[in-house]
């Protein structure tokens, strides 16, 4: 699932130190809507996920690590599909970003999904997600409000809202 890697590392300044770093093949993450994006309210699909790591549930957009020779957007349809059962017509890649670049590589891949078509999720055993379509409003006002404090999450949402929807 990852590496811990201890490099050896020469600096900008052309000192040399070591420096810990986690190795991380990758993750697709999806910002999905229900409606078309032109709708005055879209609704975005959202999952309650459990994360033991956070000590509960929280909520997110449907993610997951690329499986090995996998490309970005074949995992963020496989991801919408395991995680929600929903499948999309058209995934569009709108950016990607590192998660933390101070002890990582893990780079994600943030796509958009319309077209939907709801069918049968195929979740893993440790997985334990409720799927909740949101309007775009109310997903806003939870990042707002730090009741959606997913940091792919919000960004991915807030990067659809301002720069493909222009909410």
């Known amino acids: ?49 459990y994360r033991y790591a956070t000590d509960g549930f929280i909520y997110e957009i449907p993610a997951g690590r690329l499986d090995t020779g996998e490309s970005p957007e074949s995992c963020a349809g496989r991801e919408l599909r395991e995680e929600t059962g929903y499948t ?8 990607s970003m590192y998660t933390t670049p101070g002890f ?20 893993e055993p440790d997985e334990f997600v409720e799927v909740m379509p949101t309007p775009l409003s109310q997903v806003l006002a ?13 960004l991915g949402i807030l990067y659809v809202a301002g720069y493909v929807l222009g909410a």
């Not at 939870?142 to 919000?154: E, Q």
């Open 1 to 49: 699932m990852l590496d811990l890697d201890v490099d050896r590392v020469r600096f900008p300044d052309g000192s040399v130190g070591e420096l810990e770093i986690i190795r991380h093949p990758g993750a697709s993450a999806i910002v999905a809507l229900l409606d078309p994006s032109d709708a005055a309210d879209p609704r975005v699909l959202l999952i309650r996920q």
């Open 88 to 95: 999309a017509e058209k995934l569009e890649r709108v950016f």
């Open 104 to 123: 990582t590589d893990e780079r994600i891949h943030v796509f958009l999904a319309t077209g939907l078509t709801p069918g049968a999720s195929q979740r």
């Open 142 to 154: 939870m990042i707002r409000d730090n009741v959606l404090t997913d940091a792919k999450s919000a």
